[in-house]
């Protein structure tokens, strides 16, 4: 059997009983829609950051483009962000008509380079928003002073590093607002699709509450500004709220797989994941760089194991945002990674057996390409 490089299976069979009885909870509940699930798993995300607010929405593209509005950002307007990212980050720039602006990732983290920021702010400039790839947290303490400085918003994208901490403080909690999604192979996931954004300002809680719900305002029904029909799903509320409770067991799970991982390769000459001081990995994904990387899948094929890319194309150089601007070259970085890194398995419920089944595969492969 193929060893994939994400399955929700094992975990499924471990939490069958839970799951199912989530499903009939809500079933039972007489409340389809926006009932105790969506409230009781908003107030449990938001506590779990330390945070006043959390609005449960379809999908992590989603919680960018309500965030993204209820931050102020209208069309014309710049959002400093990266390519090397999930094409959906800039996917939301777009939808609210504003204009991603790229700046390039740093060589060892493969996270956004913050002193690139200053140079890529304009006038037209409304919104940072950094990408906690892979699960690891961007640099944040001067990427904090300079949207102080310029009076610019942070949107945190932490689709990927629910429970990533950075000097103890938590992903998400730096920011004017942080966008999840809870997409099935996230490290947190429902069975489907959904998605949150946190806050500690109330008036962006009721503007994401407004824009989630048609841009009504549901004590009066009206509509003040046209918005979206964005809602978490009842059913994925209450599978995600029992998910929550074991989401820290989900991160030392992950750690310890990262940690075998980095162990058994350390001796060989792929670049493992950095992990930059003060910052708590939560391992996404576990991303290797080699200069061979297309020979080596290549000859890992004939092992019977998936290997993912994340990212094979960075955004600036896929077609649907040729208008940009961004010629080869221009990220070069991000460029250059690209065609350097790949993705190990990872997810929590992946046996040992699996990773050994790897680790010897991958070593076997480095000594011939
Ligand atoms: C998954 C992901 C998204 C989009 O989330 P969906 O729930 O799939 O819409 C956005 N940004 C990043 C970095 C992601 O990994």
Not at 24 to 53: I, K, N, W
């Amino acid at each position: 059997m193929t060893t994939r490089v994400w399955d929700y299976l094992p975990e499924y069979e471990n939490e069958r009983e839970d799951i199912l009885d989530a499903v009939d909870t809500v079933f039972r509940s007489g409340q389809l829609v926006f009932g105790p699930s969506v409230r009781g798993f908003e107030e449990e995300f938001a506590a779990y950051h330390g945070l006043a607010h959390s609005v449960g929405v379809d999908n992590g593209t989603n919680a960018l483009v309500l965030a993204l509005r209820a931050l102020g950002v209208r069309p014309g307007d710049e959002v400093v962000t990266v390519s090397n990212t999930a094409a959906p980050t800039v996917i939301a720039i777009d939808q609210v008509g504003a204009t991603p602006v790229f700046v390039d990732v740093h060589e060892r983290n493969y996270l956004m380079d913050v002193s690139q920021v200053e140079a890529a702010i304009t006038p037209r400039t409304t919104c940072l928003l950094p990408v906690h790839l892979y699960g690891q947290c961007v640099d944040l303490a001067p990427l904090e002073a300079l949207a102080a400085k310029h009076g610019i918003p942070i949107l945190e994208d932490c689709a990927q590093s629910h429970g990533a901490r950075q000097n103890g403080r938590i992903a998400g909690a730096t920011g004017k607002a942080a966008a999840f999604s809870f997409y099935p192979t996230k490290v947190l996931g429902a069975y489907g699709d959904g998605g949150a954004v946190v806050t500690d300002d109330a008036d962006v809680d009721a503007e994401l509450r407004r824009l989630r719900y048609y841009g009504m305002d549901k004590q009066y029904y009206v509509v003040q500004t046209p918005g979206h029909n964005s809602r978490l799903d009842e059913v994925h509320a209450e599978i995600l709220r029992r998910k929550l409770r074991r989401l820290d067991g989900y991160l030392e799970a992950r750690r310890k797989v990262a940690a075998r991982y980095a162990e058994a390769l350390s001796d060989t000459d792929l670049i493992l994941p950095s992990v930059e001081p003060g910052n708590d990995h939560v391992y996404y994904v576990y991303v290797v760089r080699h200069p061979r990387r297309d020979a080596i899948l290549e000859a890992l094929q004939a092992y019977d194991i998936s290997l993912n890319i994340s990212y094979r194309w960075p955004v600036h150089t896929m077609s649907g945002f040729a208008h940009l601007g961004y010629g080869p070259g221009s990220l070069p970085v991000t460029e250059r990674l690209a065609d350097e890194i790949f993705s190990l398995p990872m997810y929590s419920s992946l046996s040992e057996d699996l990773q050994d089944k790897v680790i010897s595969a991958l070593r076997e492969v480095l000594r011939t390409v």
